[in-house]
């Protein structure tokens, strides 16, 4: 690969590609005219597909792209201007085929940080590591999250592409793990930066972690290796599911107390405690979700047809 210093645009364009389109296929109408627009300064490729899912628009970038390095970005965050650069300077110092790099997403400052997106933050995002010890560090193959994450398409191509019935997050750790069982490494880098561009909500949070159950349940009967298992957390579910059902709605009425709890003038020891409490009630609630995704998606298997 050439020295990244000396790479212009459209070298940085031989070696990547950017997918530009909505989350579940099918680009909404202002994307072949931003296409154009760039298309005298950038070697773009546009292509349009019917609305057949995001594992299937990936799967089709990933196919028609002719570059060594392919980057995805997703549809609700803006790249940093270095996040290219950056990128490809860690394919350059880890230039084994099977090595990917994983760049930072933060919030961006458009729009305030409730305490629902500090928690994603914690959970999801890496954020509970400090950078220095994150820096080049190894990450588990559920860390290929693409839309920050950058691979050699020659892996990517020889050992497949997304499961296209799984969606909303688990395609991608899905990918991730069939990968490892070829080598994959995920080097971590603070510096390939893309910005989430879109504020998430607590309910909206709950319907997306009971569908995340049903892809969960999905994930485990196409993989019956443990770690899988284990990641899925299918076995239980069903036993302990009556009992969470039981005090969900409880918790979600004390969950929208909280917060509105919050937003009146409190003492800062009292302001402290209702935090804890509510990041408790977060975790909760959103396993809560997960499990009823699970179960829902047991009964539909078990209904005769």
């Given at each position: 690969m050439e020295p990244v210093q000396a790479l212009t645009q459209k070298q940085f364009c031989r070696n990547l590609i950017s997918i530009i389109g909505s989350p579940r296929s099918g680009s909404q109408q202002t994307t072949p005219d931003i296409c154009r627009m760039f298309s005298s300064r950038l070697a773009l490729k546009y292509l349009s597909l019917t609305r057949s899912g995001i594992s299937a628009a990936k799967n089709l970038g990933i196919y028609a792209a002719n570059g060594r390095v392919l980057l995805l970005?997703?549809?609700?965050?803006?790249?940093?201007?270095?996040?290219?650069?950056?990128?490809?300077?860690?394919?350059?110092?880890?230039?084994?085929?099977?090595?990917?790099?994983?760049?930072?997403?933060?919030?961006?400052?458009?729009?305030?940080?409730t305490e629902i997106m500090k928690y994603v933050s914690e959970i999801e995002d890496l954020r509970f590591i400090p950078v220095s010890s994150r820096e080049e560090q190894q990450f588990h193959f559920n860390y290929l999250r693409w839309g920050r994450s950058s691979c050699?398409?020659?892996?990517?191509?020889?050992?497949?592409?997304?499961?296209?019935?799984?969606?909303?997050?688990?395609?991608?750790?899905e990918l991730g793990y069939r990968l490892s069982k070829f080598g994959l490494q995920v080097i971590f880098n603070p510096k390939a930066v893309s910005y989430k561009n879109r504020p998430v909500f607590y309910d909206?949070?709950?319907?997306?972690?009971?569908?995340?159950?049903?892809?969960q349940f999905l994930m485990r009967r196409l993989h019956r290796d443990s770690v899988i298992q284990r990641y899925c957390q299918v076995d239980d579910a069903k036993e302990k599911w009556p009992d969470i059902k039981q005090d969900l709605e409880e918790k979600l009425r004390r969950v929208h107390e909280i917060d509105a709890l919050l937003t009146s003038s409190l003492e800062r020891t009292w302001e402290d405690l209702l935090l804890r409490e509510l990041k408790a009630l977060y975790g909760w609630t959103l396993d809560a979700f997960t499990m009823k995704g699970i179960v829902e998606a047991m009964r539909c298997q078990e209904r005769p047809r």
């Open positions: 970005l997703n549809e609700d965050e803006i790249a940093d201007p270095d996040r290219l650069r950056e990128h490809l300077e860690g394919h350059e110092k880890n230039s084994e085929e099977t090595v990917a790099v994983l760049g930072d997403a933060p919030w961006a400052q458009s729009f305030p940080v050699k398409r020659s892996f990517m191509v020889r050992h497949g592409g997304f499961k296209q019935q799984l969606e909303l997050g688990l395609e991608d750790i909206e949070l709950c319907r997306l972690s009971e569908k995340q159950g049903t892809l």
